[in-house]
Every structure is written in C-alpha cells, then in structure tokens.
C-alpha cells in the first residue's frame, strides 16, 4: 500500500491502490456471479449424462463470459502498470468500465435464457464491443489528458495499446457476428470456436504488445 | 500494507488498511449485485428492441445506482486519504454508512418492481441522503472527537469537507424530489437528467474541494 | 504486501496477508448478502408506509445481522494484530469461523421466514454463541499451541483476551435468550433493545480490553 | 503492494499482487456463495429440530464445499509463495482452476436439488479432481516453461509438489467414489466420513510437504 518513491511529508494517498482493490473486486464478484443463474434442467433426473446434453450450451455460456471477463481483468491489469496516478477522468472511465463488466452475468443470463442463436448473442458481443471502446478512451484519456503514464513510453507504442485496448474486443465481436450471420442459427456449433479464437487473436496480440514494451 | 512512519517495536497495526479493504469489499459487492435483480420482461421475445422498450427504466435504475454507488465510494477513498488511524467511533459510523450502501441493491430492486414513478423514488432518495448525513458525521467524528487528521489542515477546509460529504447527497435527493413533485407522475423522463446533474454537480463540488486542498 | 521486518533472503511468504484478504473477503460479502433476501411485501402497494409497517422486522434482522458480522470483523481485526504468523492451526480455525459467519445470510434468511418470534431466533443466537466459541479457540491455539503471538504480551492479558473473545457472544446470546423466555412471545419489542445491548456491551467490553493492551 | 526487492526505475509492477487479489476475491466469493442456495424445507414449521432433521444433507454438502474451497486456497496460497512472477501461462492456468473454483457453488446446488445419492455426487468429485489436474498443471508451468520459481528448491520437492497439488485430489476423489460404489446408496451415511478423511490425508500430506520445504 505504501510506495517508497512516496513523499512521506505529505498525507498517504492510496488512492490508486484503493481503486485497483475496488476495480478487483468487481472483476471478481462479476465472474464469480456468473454460475449463480446456472440451473440444473427442471426436469432433471440426477444424472451427468442428461446435465451435460441439456445443460451444455449454458456450460458453454459460462466459459465464454469466464474467458471474456478473465481477458478485460488482465487488460486492465497491464493499463494500469502504465497509469501512475489517481484522476477523476480516469475513475470515471473506470466507472463506466466496471458498470458494463458487472452486466456481464445479466448479459449471460440472457444467454441461458434465449440460448445462443438469438439476438442476445448480438446484444452480449454489443456489450463486450462497448466495454472495450470505454477501455481504450481510459487510457486515451489517462495518456492524452491527465499525462498520468510514464513519459519514457514512445507515442507510437502508446497509441497502439490504446487502439489494440479499445478495438480488439469491438473487431473480433465483429467477427463473431459475421459468423454468426453466415451460419444463421447454428451458432451454436460455432460458440465454442469463436470462445477459443477470442482468446487465441486477443492474447496473441496483448502478449507482442506486451513483449514489445519491454 | 506497511507503513514506513510505523514503529516497528510496536505490534503491526494494519487496522486502517484492514478497514480500508473491508470497505473496499462492501462497496465492489454491493456495486456487482445491483444487476442480480435485473431480469429481461417476462414476455421476452428475444429481441433487442423489446428488450430495450420494456426493460430500459431498470437499465436507467441499474445506471443510477451504480453512478450513486461510485460517488460514495470515490467520496470515501477521498475522506480516508486524511484520515490517519483506526478508532472505534470511525468504524461504528462507517459500519452504518456501509450498512446503508449494502442497502442499494434492495433500494434498486424497489425502482425494478415500483418502477422509477411511485414512493420507491423517494425512499431510495432519503436513503442516499441518510447515508451523505452518516458520511459527513464520520468525517466530523474523525475531526473532532478523535482527531485523526492531518493537523496540517485548516479547520475551515476540514468544516467545508464534512458539510460538502454530509449535505450534498441530501440537497441533491430533494432537489430530484422538489422536480418529482412538479413534474407528478412523469419523473420517468427525468430520471436520466437526475442521474447526469447528479453525477455533474457533486463532481463539480468536490473537484473544486479537492483542488483546494492541494 | 510486504515487511520490513522480512527476511528478504527467504522466499516472500506473504500468507499471513492473503488470509487476512481471504477472511476480509468473506466477512464483506457475507455483510453484503444479507440484503439478498430482503424483499419489500407481496403485495406492496408501492408505499413507504406499508413498506416499513409490514418489511419492519426484516429491516430489524437486517441491522442486527450487519451489526453483529461488524462487530465479528472487528474482533477478528483484533486478533490478528497479535497474531503474526501463518499456521495450519489457525487457518483451520479461521475456516470454521468463516464458514460460521458465511452461514449468517442464511440464518438471516430464517429470521425473515420465521419472524422474529420462533425457535429461529434461538438458533441464529446459537449460531453467534458458537462462532465466539470458535473465534476464542482460535485466539487460544494462536498463543498457546503455535506461539505465534507476540511474547512481550503478559499471560494474564491473553487469558482476558481470548475468554472475552470466545464467551462475550454467547453470553450476549443467553442474556437474549432468557429475555426470549421471559417475555415469551413479544420479542419483536425486545429485537431493537437486543442489538443496542449487545453493541453497547461488547464494545464497551472490548474497548476496555483493547485500553489495556495499549 | 510494494516489493523492496523492486527496482524502481522500471514501471511498477504489481501484476503478482493483483492476481493474487482477484483469486482471493474470487475463492471468497465462491465460498460465501455456497450458502445462498441453502433454504429451509418448505414446508418448515420453524423448529430447529426439523431444520436439522430434514437440511442436514444440506448443511453437510456446506461443510464439504467449504472445505474443499479452503483446501484449494491454502493449496493456492502455498504454491505461491513459490511463484514469483506473472506470467500469461500462470494466469490463463489459474483462471481454468477460478473457473472450476467458480462452478462449487453450482455443484453444491446439485447435491441440494440431487441429494448425496446420485451421481451429482460423482459430477461434483470431477469437478474437484479437474480441478486439482488444473492446479498441479499451473506450478509445472511456473516450475518448467517460465522458470518463475525460486532456483534454489530442488527439482525433486519441486515434483513432489507438483504431483501432490495434481493428483491428490483426484486420488482423494476416487477414494469417495470407490467408497460410494461399495457402499451403493447408503453415501450419506459416508459424506461425513469422507469430509472428514479428505481434510485430514490432504492436510497431513500437505503438511508435511511444507516442513520438507523449510
């Protein structure tokens, strides 16, 4: 909670870390929320046989918003080792940030309930497409406004976490809905690939992102 | 969690820090549940548009509290910068404060079920202005009962701050009701301007407090 | 996270820590979820009046329920700023208390169903008795079995300390039981005197012993 | 959330610490969610005599899951004070093991619903076996594609470890349901037992594989 580079003389401001305690919180709250909408089918007869058959596109949910809620916490996670101080702007952006992640078991929900060839699909990737665009106005506005990160970074790369921040969860949702539209209603042979393809493009690209800010 | 001021002859006390990641905790969870009563209409179709139509109130509800929630707690992180050690009476007024927070998920769910026109409103109205009146009576307590602050301050400044954290919840939840009652029954369409004057002038009042203090 | 007074030589064992997170954790959300089965009357006709006239008793569960999960963190922040090292022993025991106090939403629950005229009121306050149990086992094993206490504290004092622990609940819990019998089935009038005894008691009792300590 | 160790002319990098505080949150979580599918009979007459008579098999499927969630987290909690650096093969490990830590609440909901004789009790000790493959999975990545731990622990405890962490809970898990096949549908009888025998083998084991340590 302390930090040595602190100026002791003037009042402790935790203010950054409380904001990372508060912001993990919600990551952790939101993802573990996820299972509590998870219902056994009603007519369940106590085997997995049946639970799986039945309940797999539901499973299926689960990892999805598991994988996507994982993936904003570890962005945010590598945003703020860049962002180095406190600001109303970036608490606000945050805020909103936080607000679309804490909709995520509702946005599920919808999911167990319309199943996955609905429109809910198409609002569940909305709401990961908007969380993203909030993510990259963070630290656009963290960069450009409140010049809270560290000046040693180079604009370009700055620049190019900021797009690859706010645009990657809106393009590869974009992907998935043209997929989507492609195939029609039988989205749900794809749920399972669009899931590891996420995590494959997303991760590929924060892990260079990251090596190359090394 | 260390404290370099702490004599480390004395037992570790990270009492503070503890009180800090409690409140933390309390304020992320009750933040988080808020959308666990929300549900799409009964009748759902399956349709964005439906959605939207029918369910939008508890969407602005959903935005409200979680605007009113992050209020309260940047509020807090701001009090606990000056505020320097655990006593008794600071956990006492904080539990109840915490208390009433933990209420808004409750309060929200009484906006889904009564909708934003009826009694809910003002109910939920005089619960965040109770909690203002709680937070403003920690922040005196803290001042002149155990003077845990920062010496430094001026007492006028420190006077500002309890009465700006005491009383503006307060103004704001009956300047919505004074628009409630003018405006009877169709508070439906201000619900939104509520919401943003709310979040625009306690921002306001409290950037310009905390500049100030600098 | 850290302390100055590791050994840095030694692999960082921040276990201490992470317990006081995990229970921190556990204690928030157990406050927090009493409120999730807190909801207004069937046929709530959308009043304030009605709300309170008929939701009064859950209103009492509620703030009893927060008070007493308060005072339990607060006892356990005690604890462990005596407590100064990770035990098998003590983290079993904690596990126990935590289990006990996760339980607490759930006796909550009861008090909500039974009102607070039934046997539920006695096994929430036997519930209470046994996680004091618990927690003055835990104190007692941290200093007599684990030695993870600091030694410069007379054993007079931990004799105090962990007698009050274990015993002040379920004295609290008889001393409201017997009023329980005494007035057979009026208790609701006796659920607010109930709460405010049992603050003022075991805060009094405690501050006393924490004076002492200092 | 300092490290002394930390040279401060490179960005501050609290990765560890934020993963170590978002699994924290998210075992609390899940382990305080254990009691919120818990509910009294329905047609409860308000004794404590009945509650326990006919929720028992509920309150022991708590204390299980309880258990077992504690389990994993000092599990956790031990393998890392061995890891000493994030990295994204750590992390995409442990959200797999938060995503089966997540799921408990769930599986405890089946054994509500399914009673403690049907195969939901088979599903149930999957999950927990998947789950212990998941986590030895993670400390064989740290140990042997990062080379995140300490160089100074032999290979052969860092196997031990490793094993130990992998494939005791599977190996307890088998146990139970070898247990369940022999004893057929008598398991309620056993469910205590086997609560019971899974804490004290893995705590013993456990235990002693941290004394080798120091």
């Known amino acids: 909670m302390t930090d040595s580079?602190?100026?002791?003389a003037h009042p402790k401001d935790n203010s950054l870390d409380r904001l990372l305690f508060f912001s993990d919180g919600v990551?952790?709250?939101?993802?573990t929320l996820l299972s509590i909408?998870?219902?056994?089918?009603?007519?369940?007869d106590g085997t997995a046989a049946q639970l799986l058959r039945?309940?797999?596109p539901g499973f299926a949910a689960y990892a999805l918003s598991f994988l996507?809620?994982?993936?904003?916490?570890?962005?945010?996670?590598?945003?703020?080792?860049?962002?180095?101080?406190?600001?109303?702007?970036?608490?606000?952006?945050?805020?909103l940030l936080l607000g679309l992640i804490a909709l995520m078991p509702f946005m599920t929900n919808l999911l167990y309930i319309d199943g996955p060839r609905g429109e809910a699909f198409l609002i569940y990737l909305g709401v990961v497409s908007a969380a993203?665009?909030?993510?990259?106005?963070?630290?656009?506005?963290?960069?450009?406004?409140?010049?809270a990160v560290d000046p040693a970074v180079h604009v370009s790369r700055r620049v190019t976490a900021i797009l690859s921040a706010g645009l990657l969860p809106g393009l590869i949702s974009a992907g998935s809905m043209?997929?989507?539209?492609?195939?029609?209603?039988?989205?749900?042979?794809?749920?399972?690939?669009?899931c590891f393809a996420?995590?494959?493009?997303?991760?590929?690209?924060?892990?260079?992102?990251e090596k190359r800010y090394r």
């Open 132 to 147: 993203g665009l909030v993510q990259g106005a963070m630290l656009a506005w963290a960069v450009f406004v409140n010049h």
């Open 54 to 56: 039945q309940g797999w």
């Open 198 to 209: 996420m995590a494959v493009v997303i991760l590929l690209a924060r892990g260079l992102a």
């Open 37 to 44: 909408e998870l219902h056994p089918p009603h007519d369940w």
């Open 68 to 95: 996507v809620i994982g993936i904003f916490w570890t962005s945010h996670r590598r945003m703020f080792t860049q962002i180095r101080r406190f600001t109303t702007g970036v608490f606000l952006l945050n805020l």
């Open 5 to 8: 580079a602190h100026d002791h």
């Open 27 to 31: 990551f952790a709250i939101a993802i």
């Open 178 to 194: 043209l997929m989507f539209g492609v195939v029609g209603g039988g989205v749900e042979l794809w749920l399972p690939a669009v």
